[in-house]
């Protein structure tokens, strides 16, 4: 009996071996395509947030600023999940963990909104939302890191030098976790189009009028919780893997108390403005189109917006190609360029000129913040999992800066106008595109892993020519955890 709850388990040490250096490729595929899902829950899920902001300005004749309570307590979730609650369970059980757990609060969430749904209560599906925040905040932490980590499972001897991976090379992480994200892009797209066919169908002063809505997330919490059942056969990354991998690298900034990771830190800072500026013009989009573009209902604006999230995701596959030929750092510092020039004219210009802009605005918006993720995380080794939870809480952003547009909106009696406040957030984000481009502290461990060879192709010396047999190679130099952990710990050869 106590071997099989021990065998049900969901703890995994962090110095321990993983069973995903046994993984072929074919076995990757899986948890590959589970986190892209999470992705595409999260995108959702966050489209139809902004849908819904419109939509409860309608039914429930509330302001554009007491709107924002939506984005306020959907973001307003994510540190405490990333920085809390997920963050541990991350540290203390693994990834399998943290994405059951979060599934289950997503689905939980869901359920609370039904009937706050029902009776119309706006403080109360905002309670629901926060409970559906923590659940994605909880995602998003452990997905980041699992997409852009390498495990790194070495053995040593005669034969040459065996690499396993989950997730693919070092060097391609930013590449991995923009394609992944990709599928983020498409949910922010279909939950408008959703939207447009589903919500605004009815007379607002029906008192009905919310029903669909609530049916859409009933249907959410039966297919999350379905997810968090298909889960649990995903392998885990411990930290004595990925301070291998930054050992590896020669970027090794992992050395370093955690609170000198300063690079980290400025990453936080940039999601937290840059998720914010995303997040407000997004969710008052739909204002802005039903404003300055004459003869714009509602449901069309959220069409509209449907075609913006589309231009979004059009950017992501866009930057992953880019990225093939091009640094990832280079294209990020031009992305969020272009999203601080073309945010600009939407302040003035009106009807398809100044939603053009925003259109622009939103395809340069796509690779910023995947990109980040992957960036802020380059070289913290042992630090990733608590590193991860720090750029996650930058979302918060996303709770931060769309109040302060719908406050500027209801005083200036203008959506157009108050997107001067986002212009303001991109602006200092790109403090951190400055740094890690011309900052040699911060562009040199980014460097290191672009150009490192871990995961290239199998490097072992061919069996025959070597002279050995297999039995040696299983016996001889094997790279242990204890190792990975203690990098003093060298090798000896015979």
């Not at 609060?105 to 909104?113: C, F, K």
Request: glycine letters at 10%; charged letters at 15%; aromatic letters at 14%.
């Amino acid at each position: 009996m106590g071997k099989f709850f021990k065998k049900q388990s969901l703890k995994v040490s962090d110095k321990g071996k993983t069973r995903a250096a046994e993984l072929t490729l074919r076995e990757s595929i899986y948890p590959l395509c589970l986190v892209t899902i999470l992705f595409f829950l999260w995108g959702f899920s966050y489209g139809l947030l902004d849908t819904l902001n419109k939509h409860f300005q309608n039914v429930l004749n509330i302001t554009r600023a007491r709107s924002s309570g939506l984005q306020a307590a959907y973001f307003g979730a994510y540190p405490l999940a990333s920085l809390g609650h997920a963050n541990w369970i991350l540290r203390h059980y693994g990834y399998k963990a943290v994405f059951i757990w979060g599934l289950f609060l997503y689905g939980v969430g869901a359920l609370v909104a039904w009937p706050c749904l029902l009776h119309r209560s706006f403080g109360g599906f905002c309670a629901a939302i926060f409970i559906i925040g923590n659940g994605l905040g909880s995602l998003e932490t452990a997905a980041n890191p699992y997409i852009t980590g390498r495990l790194e499972y070495m053995q040593h001897g005669e034969l040459g030098l065996m690499e396993f991976s989950v997730c693919g090379p070092p060097r391609y992480a930013e590449m991995r976790i923009n394609l992944s994200q990709a599928f983020n892009g498409i949910g922010t797209v279909v939950a408008p189009v959703l939207g447009s066919y589903v919500f605004f169908t009815q007379d607002p002063n029906d008192p009905s009028a919310l029903r669909n809505v609530q049916w859409v997330y009933l249907a959410i919490a039966c297919f999350v919780f379905l997810l968090a059942v298909r889960s649990s056969p995903i392998p885990e990354v411990t930290d004595a893997d990925m301070a291998f991998q930054a050992e590896e690298t020669h970027a090794n900034d992992d050395q370093k108390p955690f609170f000198k990771q300063y690079r980290l830190f400025h990453a936080a800072f940039a999601q937290f403005c840059y998720t914010g500026a995303q997040i407000a013009i997004a969710s008052y989009f739909i204002n802005y189109v039903t404003e300055t573009r004459a003869n714009t209902s509602s449901a069309l604006g959220a069409k509209f917006l449907a075609g913006a999230q589309g231009a979004f995701a059009m950017g992501r596959f866009v930057g992953v190609a880019i990225m093939r030929f091009v640094r990832p750092r280079w294209v990020f510092l031009v992305y969020l360029a272009m999203c601080i020039v073309f945010i600009s004219p939407s302040i003035t210009q009106r009807d398809n000129t100044g939603m053009s802009m925003l259109y622009i605005t939103l395809f340069f918006e796509s690779i910023c913040f995947p990109t980040i993720v992957a960036l802020g995380m380059r070289g913290l080794g042992k630090h990733t999992k608590r590193g991860s939870g720090y750029i996650v809480a930058g979302v918060c952003g996303g709770a931060c800066v769309p109040p302060l547009l719908g406050a500027a909106a209801d005083l200036n009696k203008s959506t157009a106008k108050a997107m001067g406040v986002p212009l303001a957030f991109f602006i200092a984000a790109w403090s951190y595109a400055l740094c890690v481009n011309f900052v040699p502290a911060y562009r040199d461990p980014a460097d290191k892993f672009a150009t490192t060879e871990i995961g290239m192709g199998n490097r072992a010396v061919d069996e025959e020519s070597s002279g050995k047999g297999e039995g040696v190679f299983e016996k001889e130099h094997v790279e242990t955890s204890e190792n990975i952990a203690n990098p003093e710990i060298k090798d000896t050869k015979t």
